[in-house]
């Protein structure tokens, strides 16, 4: 039973590309999250999504962050147009559509550095 | 809005010594949960122990429990007989109200413990 899987692990991109995020959430799980960690800073919450449907975005920066979860295949994040400042960790969760509540499990994370 | 507070950025430990890691939170909610994560240096995100609000217990997974003070809103992680291999950031966090099935979680800044030899 595989658990969150997140790809690609590190991803490098120059000033004015895009970044592409990938996360499968594990078996069963129909909920995805996105987080980000900044450097020496705990994790914050990005944006919730259910197939098909982005329920919360709360924590998403207005211009150059999207994320979708389609029917079919990975939740993906995306950053257009990256900045020095999007360096990060982002991180992927997942949970069934029942949450119970007792754990929250992590992918493994993507640390992008933008040059 | 939920604030989880973890006041200490850096703790030092003899092995085999037991540890305290702080935390206290915030919140208006009468039904949360609280989680606390390990996050070694290469990075991932550990899950090591839960406590629901309503849980009359305190919780514990092997060498972690956490110390559940409701009154004084306080969830501090204690690791008896620390390893080595425990020197990590660790990081409290709290479950926001559940929206849709949510499990949106807020975390602390971490504490970052050193077990010395």
């Known amino acids: 039973n595989a658990g969150v899987m997140q790809n690609p692990r590190h991803l490098v991109r120059r000033r004015g590309q895009e970044a592409r995020l990938r996360c499968s959430p594990m078996?069963?799980?129909?909920?995805v999250y996105w987080y980000r960690q900044l450097p020496e800073e705990g994790l914050k919450f990005m944006v919730y999504l259910q197939k098909e449907n982005i329920i919360d975005e709360s924590g998403m920066p207005k211009e150059r962050f999207s994320a979708e979860f389609p029917k079919e295949g990975p939740s993906i994040l995306r950053i257009q147009q990256v900045v020095r400042g999007d360096s990060a960790a982002y991180f992927c969760?997942?949970?069934?559509?029942?949450?119970?509540?007792?754990?929250?499990?992590f992918g493994q994370g993507t640390r992008l550095t933008v040059v | 809005a939920q604030k989880i507070t973890q006041t200490q950025p850096g703790m030092f430990v003899q092995e085999k010594e037991a540890v305290t890691l702080d935390c206290t939170y915030d919140t208006s909610d009468q039904s949360y949960g609280l989680f606390w994560y390990k996050q070694p240096s290469s990075g991932e995100m550990i899950f090591l122990i839960y406590?629901?609000?309503?849980?009359?217990q305190n919780a514990t997974e092997g060498r972690y429990s956490l110390n559940f003070q409701k009154a004084r809103k306080s969830a501090n992680l204690v690791i008896s007989a620390s390893q080595l291999g425990d020197s990590a950031m660790y990081f409290c966090a709290m479950r926001e109200r559940l929206i849709q099935g949510a499990q949106k979680l807020v975390f602390g800044q971490g504490t970052r413990l050193t077990i010395n030899p």
């Open positions: 969760a997942s949970s069934p559509q029942r949450a119970t509540n007792t754990e929250a499990f």
């Open positions: 078996k069963g799980h129909s909920h």
């Open positions: 406590q629901g609000s309503y849980d009359e």
